[in-house]
């Protein structure tokens, strides 16, 4: 089955037709979207900023790793449902879609790099701050992390303007 094909068939279920039809539902699944983009995108630039020794100099990484990092995967969790119920509402819109396709591919990428960033703090919280070769090195994942992430939020937005089911 193609991408095209089964977005067609999901637009006809009877899930689609009721977010499709229910006038409230579309609009409200995008405002609860995006107060969670918000959640995301503040818990990663604490923590991106720290590391890159911007802000909060006066307290340890660890105190915004461990404080902020953990906001980012139940909001994700927040964020893919959303997301679904909105890919169900006009699966064409946004399956189909080269800047949807594009966000999903540096979501993954930012969902690894974060991993990456937060595992080793799990068992000693400073091990950021362990010599320069860390310091470096998270200053490196900070930066990346940052470009996804803003990626991310950029190809979310442009979804609507690279619409191609509606053209
Ligand atoms: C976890 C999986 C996610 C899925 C399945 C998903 C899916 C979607 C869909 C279908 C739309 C609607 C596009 C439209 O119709 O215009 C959307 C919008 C958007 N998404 Fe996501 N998304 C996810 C995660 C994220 C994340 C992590 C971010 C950023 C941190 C994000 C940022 C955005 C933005 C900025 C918009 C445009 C909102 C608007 O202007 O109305 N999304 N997303």
Redesign the pocket.
Known sequence: MTLDAFAQWLGQTPLSQVVQNVSWIIPSV?SI??L??AI??SAVFMVDLRLLGVIGRDQPTAAYTSRFLSWIWPT?VL??L???I??IG?PS??LLNPA?QT??VL?ILAMIVTAILQRPTFKDPAYWELTAGHRMSARVLAVISLLL?VG??FA??W??YM?TAGE
């Open positions: 995008q979207h995006i969670c983009i995301v995108i994700l964020l893919l959303s997301g679904s909105l890919i006009e819109r946004s949807f966000k999903m979501l992430w991310i939020v979310g937005r979804i609507a619409n």
